[in-house]
């Protein structure tokens, strides 16, 4: 017996800790308590790579739904995925171009965004709160911004993971797409842990920046010379104002404020750009000539000065285009850091303090690889997310459909031999995340030897070759049953084909770069537009054109693998392949009796606490039975 006057209390307080550390840690997600470094359930299950996955959105009014997606409103659905089921999730369209694009088309193939807190607080897929499902429009090849992400992710980014999925939409197939974690607060916690900084997506409101991210896009706005679709903007032109040549009397920098500093573009050649310039031959170009300054003049960017990354001065209403977009609650102490950070950057000091160096070096390495102008380094300025934590800044991948050059219509040569020290059409004087690294030899000399590491992982070990040969084997099957696709099979297969060259060309032409060498590589009969282009697939995608109004979810929704045993696992193992028998959302599994029961919202390192907690409690019972006896 004890002869402890105090077990009483110890033993009381012990059951009391117990149970209020079970309480805390079984809310612990909803409280931020993410301890870090620490994994997240999502990334194993949803986004393994050697399988595509299966969603499937359940729906009323699914038609109306697809008629109204360009005002990017959310509506509730029930989702499926790889058998698991969860109701009440919200729904809607994403995208910049491609949103506008789809819908000049005629297309229903949209992008979306599931969100899935957006009715139930805390809810999740896993501790994963956004996902977006890329409709792979402009991309023959179905995988550029797979391919990026990959490595990116694999050369030490904080980049987005990502896997393929086939989508049905209430029991029919809608097609093939790329699930791409959103990077909000489950990136935030996966990679920052519970101390996670601030996030934002500098974007120019006139250029589909804000949190509808493309309300209000036009692709008449942003210089191309294209139409809502793509197209020229000019129809009587008997294709001679083929995408990417202004059109007709247009006139550089009318009505645009947010094009460059001082609030205009430079005017190319005069005010009106009424031919192609001498030596402007299409035939050169892949069959799409060049921009106006292509020719020789080189303008600064359309996008504006805080979306360059530029010090401005000590005013947060100077920088709307960044703290208008913020994707964390952000405070004047954090806006009073963040532009101290830029104003190191723009003056080159103090960079140790400002920037998480390494990893924005390997971002530009990969970056300026895979020549990519629909970005920060392009001329819209964007597409691309700002971390900053305790005063210093990193940059997030996003969006790389229009990478391998293909944004612009270059000519394979150009896009091959571009420059990896000075990737920017007019110059990077302008884009001070990227001028530092040219400000001082060191930083230069840092990034030359990861890109040497890079070309050495990712090329020379022909791992990159490789990673595109098994993505199309894997893709293959869903590419041919997709429905909506914005390519033919033919075009897919010329596709990868020419991505495989690419990368081989450009790793050959960016190790000569390393070495000094200035001879050009060789091209030969590449054709960027081969992988898909701002103009690609236009006229063609869709999906299923009725909707069933089913109401709720299908009587079930697991599907039947060829051996009848069901999903295989949380991760969907034995799902089989489009074409195969049974390859159906109403298979043998059976749903979830309630959705509410589905997995979701409760991490693994909740349900370790809670054994803590259990251990502790069953303590401080046995003091207790201790004493008494």
Request: proline share 5%; net charge negative; glycine share 14%.
């Amino acid at each position: 017996m004890s002869t402890s006057k105090h077990m009483d209390r110890i033993c009381m307080a012990a059951i009391a800790a117990a149970l209020a550390l079970t309480l805390l840690f079984m809310n612990g997600a909803g409280l931020g308590l993410v301890a870090s470094g620490q994994a997240m359930g999502y990334e194993s299950r949803l986004f393994t790579t050697d399988q595509v996955h299966r969603i499937d959105i359940v729906m009323n009014g699914w038609d109306t739904f697809i008629a109204a997606c360009e005002n990017e409103e959310y509506s509730a659905c029930s989702v499926v995925i790889d058998g698991e089921s969860y109701k009440n999730v919200g729904i809607r369209a994403k995208g910049n171009t491609s949103l506008s694009s789809v819908s000049a088309m005629g297309s229903r193939r949209y992008s979306f965004k599931l969100e899935f807190d957006r009715y139930e607080k805390g809810k999740s897929y896993y501790g994963l709160d956004k996902l977006c499902l890329n409709n792979l429009i402009q991309d023959n090849t179905m995988m550029k911004d797979y391919l990026v992400y990959q490595m990116m992710g694999g050369f030490g980014v904080e980049a987005p993971l990502c896997s393929f999925v086939y989508i049905t939409v209430n029991g029919e197939d809608w097609g093939l797409y790329l699930a791409v974690e959103g990077v909000e607060d489950g990136f935030l916690r996966r990679n920052y842990g519970s101390d996670e900084g601030e996030l934002y997506k500098p974007d120019s409101t006139g250029f589909g920046g804000g949190r509808g991210n493309g309300r209000g896009f036009r692709m008449e706005d942003v210089g191309l010379g294209l139409d809502g679709a793509g197209n020229s903007a000019d129809s009587s032109d008997n294709g001679q104002n083929a995408p990417g040549v202004f059109p007709p009397g247009w006139k550089d920098g009318a009505e645009r404020p947010d094009f460059a500093p001082g609030g205009q573009a430079p005017q190319p050649d005069g005010e009106r750009q009424d031919a192609l310039p001498p030596g402007n031959d299409a035939a050169q170009n892949d069959g799409m000539p060049q921009l106006p300054w292509e020719s020789g003049a080189r303008p600064g960017g359309m996008g504006s000065d805080d979306v360059k990354l530029q010090y401005i001065d000590g005013d947060p209403e100077s920088y709307p285009n960044i703290f208008g977009n913020a994707k964390t609650d952000v405070s004047s102490a954090d806006q009073q850091r963040l532009i101290g950070a830029l104003k190191n950057l723009s003056s080159c000091t103090d960079l140790e303090n400002t920037l998480e160096m390494e990893r924005v070096l390997r971002y530009f390495v990969v970056h300026n690889f895979v020549c990519n102008g629909d970005s920060y380094t392009g001329s819209m300025v964007h597409n691309y997310y700002l971390h900053e934590k305790d005063g210093k800044l990193s940059m997030i991948p996003w969006d790389y459909n229009l990478a391998f050059g293909t944004f612009q219509g270059n000519s394979a040569a150009s896009a091959v031999n571009a420059s990896i020290d000075d990737p920017v059409d007019g110059g990077y004087d302008d884009r001070p995340m990227l001028a530092w690294i040219f400000s001082d030899g060191t930083y230069t000399e840092q990034y030359h030897a990861l890109f040497r590491a890079f070309l050495e992982e990712w090329l020379d070990s022909g791992k990159l070759e490789q990673m595109i040969a098994a993505t199309a084997e894997l893709i293959r099957p869903y590419v041919e049953q997709d429905p909506g696709k914005f390519c033919t099979v033919e075009e897919f297969e010329l596709g990868v084909s020419a991505a495989t060259r690419f990368v081989t060309l450009r790793a050959q032409a960016v190790s000569r770069q390393l070495e000094g060498d200035a001879q050009a590589v060789d091209t030969g009969d590449l054709k960027l537009s081969d992988m898909g282009s701002m103009s690609s697939g236009m006229g063609r995608g869709g999906g299923p054109a009725t909707d069933q109004e089913t109401g709720d979810l299908p009587p079930d929704n697991r599907g039947t693998p060829p051996d009848g045993t069901g999903m295989g696992g949380a991760n969907g193992q034995n799902l089989q392949r489009p074409g195969e028998e049974g390859f159906s959302p109403q298979g043998a599994g059976g749903a979830p009796e309630s959705l509410e029961t589905a997995p979701g919202g409760t991490g693994a390192s909740a349900w370790v606490w809670l054994g803590v907690s259990v251990l502790v409690l069953a303590a401080g019972l046995v003091l207790a039975v201790k004493k008494k006896f």
